[in-house]
């Protein structure tokens, strides 16, 4: 099982506390660092206050030289998607071609009326998304020399020069995700390198894939060829103080951790690990709440990775 780690910077972190997380990432062993994409906290006000995500990335990009770096995902709605390829291509040059584009078609409403983001109804922002998508993907995929040009509902792009490139050739790894619905699960048969089952029971992640499958076969192409994966809080620990310190401190409960992600003892991690790679996902997100705990990724670094084998 591949481990990355995922954190929420909007629920209040510094580029400096970012980039900490990244290094310790790295440093320990993981294989991403990925930052959620929004402009308001949940729960609490957020201080000192949202960072942009892709510029962000792009800091981290310069500081890092191995870790991969990604979005879970990023908004369609905060961007239009000829200067969002661009921002993106941009980064994946800036790191040397390690950047993963999780993209998703925007929830939250209350961080649109916050900042004065247009926020439609599901169907709209759902074709907005759709269109949106195939034209980053378009413009990334087409040969240097040649124009792009997409007629949609809502956008329209006419002779572009489909320019910058990304470093990664034909493009990066597009991550959708979801509850692996008709619409969803045909987008990601079509565009998805991989699809990410967030926050999820065991028995709910096993039949968003089985979905995610059938739309595959029917348009034909190999199952083999999408990664799946799974996004689970974490709150780990070498005794049950420790894991109920680091609960405390993300204003978590410990019984309802273990009902609602990964949590408890090195041993209790892989086992439920276990659990998550027989509904064939072959990667995890460990959302890390309390990103001042650099102790709690190192501890899972050692304690939990070696295990997997």
């Not at 759709?130 to 002779?159: M, Q």
């Not at 995610?212 to 199952?223: C, K």
């Not at 609960?247 to 273990?258: P, W």
Request: hydrophobic fraction near 40%; charged fraction near 25%.
């Amino acid at each position: 099982m591949d481990l990355r780690i995922f954190v929420e910077p909007q629920q209040g972190a510094t580029y400096d506390d970012q980039l900490a997380v990244a290094r310790t990432t790295e440093r320990a062993g993981f294989s991403g660092f990925f930052r959620s994409d929004h402009f308001l906290a949940m729960g609490r006000d957020g201080a000192p206050g949202p960072t942009d995500s892709w510029v962000t990335l792009a800091g981290i990009a310069r500081e890092t030289e191995r870790v991969r770096l990604g979005t879970l995902v990023t908004s369609a709605t905060f961007r239009l998607p000829g200067p969002l390829a661009i921002a993106v291509a941009e980064v994946d040059q800036m790191s040397g071609g390690r950047v993963e584009f999780g993209y998703g078609a925007g929830w939250f409403a209350d961080e649109h009326t916050a900042y004065g983001i247009p926020f439609a109804d599901t169907t709209e922002r759902f074709g907005r998304f759709e269109e949106s998508l195939e034209i980053i993907a378009g413009l990334w995929e087409t040969p240097l020399g040649e124009t792009y040009s997409f007629r949609g509902r809502h956008f329209t792009v006419t002779d572009s020069p489909a320019l910058p490139k990304p470093a990664q050739s034909p493009r990066p790894p597009i991550i959708l995700g979801g509850a692996g619905k008709r619409r969803g699960a045909a987008l990601a048969a079509r565009f998805a390198d991989e699809f990410n089952v967030a926050f999820s029971s065991v028995d709910e992640t096993r039949a968003v894939f089985a979905r995610v499958d059938a739309a595959i076969g029917q348009a034909g192409r190999d199952p083999g060829s999408l990664v799946r994966s799974a996004a689970q809080v974490v709150c780990a620990g070498p005794d049950e103080a420790s894991v109920a310190r680091r609960a405390d401190a993300i204003g978590r409960r410990v019984d309802e951790l273990r009902d609602n992600g990964l949590t408890g003892s090195a041993a209790e991690i892989v086992d439920k690990i276990g659990r998550y790679a027989e509904t064939g996902a072959t990667r995890l997100y460990l959302q890390v709440l309390d990103m001042i705990d650099l102790d709690h990724i190192e501890f899972i670094a050692s304690e939990v990775i070696p295990q997997l084998g």
